[in-house]
């Protein structure tokens, strides 16, 4: 079992910065994949980006690619999703999810633990 927390969303104003963090207990850290998801209103939840076991692969969605950034710190047990330059289209639920191996992968189907998701709202 992985036990994942979401922590950092908020309100934002288009072009601005939030940090999104992902604290899992329950495995050990370097062992899963890690990845963000993200759900707007009435949209179906999407790939939004990966990371590795040990951090060394990552990937993202084109539509936040050289905007996003993940990251990760096994020493923390803590992922993070940097967001630099919001749009009000990033307006969703941003959901951390785990897998139980280290590869990462973008398909949805391939996590088993997921968190309970943190609002982002980037206004116009």
């Known amino acids: 079992q992985v036990q994942l927390v979401e922590s950092g969303g908020g309100l934002v104003q288009a072009g601005g910065s939030l940090r999104l963090s992902c604290a899992a207990s329950?495995?050990?850290?370097?062992?899963?994949?890690l990845g963000w998801f993200r759900q707007a209103p009435g949209k179906e939840r999407e790939f939004v980006s990966a990371i590795s076991g040990g951090g060394g692969s990552t990937y993202y969605a084109d539509s936040v690619k050289g905007r996003f950034t993940v990251s990760r710190d096994n020493a923390k047990n803590t992922m993070y999703l940097q967001m630099n330059s919001l749009k009000p289209e990033d307006t969703a639920v941003y959901y951390c999810a785990a897998r139980g191996g280290s590869i990462a992968t973008i398909r949805r189907a391939g996590y088993d633990y997921w968190g309970q998701g943190t609002q982002v709202t980037v206004s116009s």
């Open positions: 329950g495995r050990t850290f370097r062992t899963i994949a």
